[in-house]
């Protein structure tokens, strides 16, 4: 009789490993966000930005609100520091309608926005931003700490790089961060990659992006990120990512990655930016740089991806168009 209860146990056990397994590759919160009726997708990217309109981010957003319309855009990518200096204060702080809601009031821009942390962020009530409570008040934001947009055609991956930055824990200085559900930090790291590699390597999207608050690479003044360079970026370049985009540095960058098909994209220009900093000894791959206001456009479809950076007057300051054979065609 005992030899009977084995099977019935063991089957048991293995669904419950299954649905570990199952569960442990969920983790990350995953958004359909079907293309147009075309096949095709168009999106805005826009980075460091929540300053109640001042340092251009007014003019800067009246310039998305046309492009948007161009390219009648599916939803805008926010890459962090939505809320200067120190993210909200809480849930009801007033910078999220005088930055955010009065600020992109053109019609084109009234779709979804899909938004990280940045470390300005951290500076305040992190919690207040990934709060449904926001949403209440302007059911474009969404904003969460790591999560996946699927539109089939392509796969877009939010990853929260704050906790990768050793320098925020061990001199943060006269700042404060706000860690919790972060701590400890290295057992948060070390999941949020490996939830990043299998996400990655399960992914059947034409195109891969993944989108951090900060610069794997960067000409800018913070410059590389060495702790994504060490970590993050052999995971991207092992499965195939297209293209890395960020903010944190302000300002507008393309460069490539030598090691790999990676395109790194900076869009960090949303409102101040600073104009001259530039480190003249990290130029590897540099394709692009400009040190003033603007933000990013992505168009994709199945075969072509076209990037088109803009300053703070609309004009379009550099183009990346990339293509891909179908295999029908080949
Ligand atoms: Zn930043």
Redesign the pocket.
């Known amino acids: 009789m005992a030899g009977l209860n084995v099977k019935p146990i063991f089957l048991l056990s293995t669904i419950i490993f299954g649905l570990w397994v199952l569960h442990a590759s969920a983790e990350l919160q995953r958004f359909e966000h079907p293309s147009k009726t075309d096949g095709s997708l168009s999106f805005l990217v826009v980075g ?1 930005w929540g300053r109640r309109g001042a340092y251009n981010q007014s003019e800067v957003a009246f310039q998305m609100g046309k492009v948007g319309e161009k390219l009648d855009i599916d939803f805008v990518i926010s890459t ?2 939505n809320f200067y200096d120190n993210g909200l204060t809480d849930q009801h702080d007033t910078a999220f309608e005088e930055s955010f809601t009065n600020i992109y009031t053109a019609k084109s821009l009234q779709k979804q926005w899909y938004s990280i942390l ?3 962020d951290y500076r305040g009530d992190a919690l207040a931003q990934l709060s449904p409570v926001l949403r209440q008040i302007d059911n474009r934001w969404l904003c969460l700490r790591s999560f996946i947009v699927d539109s089939e055609l392509v796969e877009i991956l939010f990853v929260d790089t704050s906790p990768f930055v050793e320098e925020y824990f061990s001199d943060p200085g006269e700042h404060r961060y706000d860690w919790r559900d972060i701590l400890p930090r290295e057992s948060y790291v070390n999941k949020l990659l490996k939830d990043v590699e299998l996400v990655l390597k399960e992914s059947t999207a034409k195109w891969k992006i993944v989108v951090g ?2 610069a794997i690479r960067s000409v800018g003044h ?1 410059g590389d990120t060495l702790e994504l360079m060490k970590l993050l970026l052999p995971i991207l370049q092992e499965n195939n990512v297209d293209f890395y985009m960020n ?2 540095d302000h300002c507008l960058e393309h460069i490539r990655d030598t090691q790999s098909p990676i395109q790194f994209l900076t869009s ?1 220009a949303g409102s101040k930016a600073w104009k001259g900093d530039f480190k003249m000894g990290n130029k590897g791959g540099l394709i692009f740089f400009y040190d003033g206001q603007g933000f990013m456009s992505v168009q994709l479809t199945q075969t072509d991806a076209n990037i088109e950076f803009y300053d703070v007057s609309g004009k379009v300051l550099h183009r990346l168009i990339t293509s891909k054979q179908l295999h029908s065609s080949m």
């Open positions: 460091d962090g520091d940045g470390n300005h608050h900060h913070h903010g944190h960090g």
